[in-house]
């Protein structure tokens, strides 16, 4: 299971740091994923990371602003978004797919999903 948090409104060119909370995990080949969502658009891929590792991936229009990361021993993963810009607007979902390491799994082969918490920015 997955539950994200820590969404809120923030101000253009704020910051906010989401965090997802995983339980259940069995394995070590898993892979985390952030995925957004604004009104009227498709669900899209923002960042990911692969467990107890550092490889990641971004999204190109949140290269540099946005950091991914884990706290794996505690079954923590963030997504730490700085300069944030009125396009992040989008409900925010952390997602996770087990038994595969591959940082570009596509959107439909994660498995689990969070519940989502809305990101507004003001500008």
């Known amino acids: 299971q997955l539950q994200a948090f820590g969404g809120g409104l923030v101000q253009a060119g704020g910051s906010l740091r989401l965090s997802c909370a995983v339980s259940g995990r069995t394995s070590n080949r898993y892979n985390m994923g952030w995925f957004r969502q604004a009104p009227g658009k498709e669900r899209m891929f923002v960042a990911a990371v692969t467990w107890n590792s550092n490889s990641t991936r971004y999204l190109d229009s949140v290269k540099g602003r946005f950091t991914v990361s884990g706290d794996f021993a505690k079954n923590m993963v963030y997504l730490q978004m700085n300069n944030l810009k009125s396009v992040d607007t989008a409900v925010y979902y952390c997602?996770?797919?087990?038994?595969?390491?591959?940082?570009?799994?596509?959107?439909?082969?994660?498995?689990?999903w969070g519940q989502g918490t809305l990101v507004t920015v003001s500008s």
């Open positions: 997602a996770a797919r087990g038994g595969v390491v591959a940082l570009y799994l596509p959107i439909n082969e994660y498995s689990n």
